[in-house]
């Protein structure tokens, strides 16, 4: 019963600063501490498309549903505020997989100091649905986004890519504190994660700068996932297409002035790798530069959803 959840879920959550009035009532009261600009994002995450609950333990699709955007927002290097949760449970076994989901949210929210404010229950005869909106704080330098991006920038990557579904795309970290710390420290042009696969993320923070986008393949970081995968697939797929077109690394892909990314390089301030993995350019669409210095057209491939 849903009055069970909200009982349970006034328990168990966390008291956190920015919530005057949480769970129980129609809307959440927060306090911004004081934001001028306020971020929002929202993922819708299922059973049987996003994770596989016959597979997994629920809590590590819950946490899952809440890193997506917290993802997100440090793709906007936003600093995460508050958020609410729209669950459709199965009517058989629902307010069990709710608690077990909330339990996977609560660690990931603590550790970012977000404040889950409430949301919404309801249940039908199909599959989990999760749908998570959160809000993030614009921090003094402003929004990182994806239409910033000049001729000349520097292409950064975070971490490594390619072959998340062996597991990575339900434990990653999102890249919050690396993205504050980088837009905090250094001039940053524009930013996405790499939520459908490099080659498609990249091409439409190029879109939308209105620039071409040249990558250096030598330079791609190539999860060891994304090894594993090929060999295991035995189909001809190589590790650097995983890397260029799998999806869901949620790692951050940078548009950065050339002196900036070079002191970036120098200094080293993450914990995680950093690579330059190619440059913005003049004109349009997404290229490789060959061993001879020949740039040929790189199709843009991954994930995209399909309807009509």
Not at 35 to 55: H, N
Not at 113 to 123: H, M, Q
Not at 201 to 219: H, Q, V, Y
């Amino acid at each position: 019963m849903e009055r069970d959840l909200i009982r349970w879920l006034r328990q168990r959550l966390p008291a956190h600063p920015l919530l005057k009035r949480g769970i129980g009532d129609d809307a959440a009261v927060l306090d911004l501490r004081g934001a001028a600009e306020c971020a929002v994002t929202v993922d819708a995450l299922m059973d049987g498309v996003d994770f596989e609950l016959r597979e997994i333990d629920p809590r590590r699709a819950g946490r899952k549903a809440l890193a997506v955007n917290l993802s997100d927002l440090a793709a906007m290097a936003a600093e995460p505020l508050a958020g609410v949760v729209a669950l459709v449970l199965p009517k058989t076994g629902g307010l069990e997989l709710a608690k077990n989901l909330y339990e996977g949210m609560i660690p990931l929210a603590e550790k970012f100091g977000l404040a889950i404010a409430g949301g919404d229950t309801n249940s039908w005869d199909g599959p989990l649905v999760v749908s998570i909106t959160l809000l993030g704080k614009i921090t003094p330098r402003g929004a990182l986004t994806r239409c910033g991006a000049k001729a000349g920038d520097r292409i950064l990557a975070t971490g490594a890519l390619g072959g998340s579904i062996l597991g990575r795309h339900l434990d990653f970290e999102p890249r919050v504190a690396e993205a504050l710390l980088l837009n905090e420290r250094y001039a940053l042009h524009a930013g996405i994660d790499v939520s459908d696969g490099l080659s498609l993320d990249l091409s439409r923070m190029a879109e939308e700068s209105g620039c071409g986008a040249l990558l250096d393949l030598d330079n791609i970081p190539i999860a060891d996932d994304a090894r594993r995968l090929a060999a295991q697939l035995s189909d001809g797929s190589t590790p650097l297409e995983h890397a260029l077109a799998d999806g869901e690394d949620f790692d951050l892909l940078l548009a950065v002035p050339p002196d900036e990314a070079r002191r970036i390089l120098a200094d080293r301030p993450l914990s995680i790798p950093l690579a330059e993995i190619g440059e913005m350019i003049p004109g349009r669409g997404l290229w490789r530069r060959e061993a001879n210095g020949k740039l040929t057209p790189l199709a843009p491939r991954g994930w995209e959803h399909e309807f009509a």
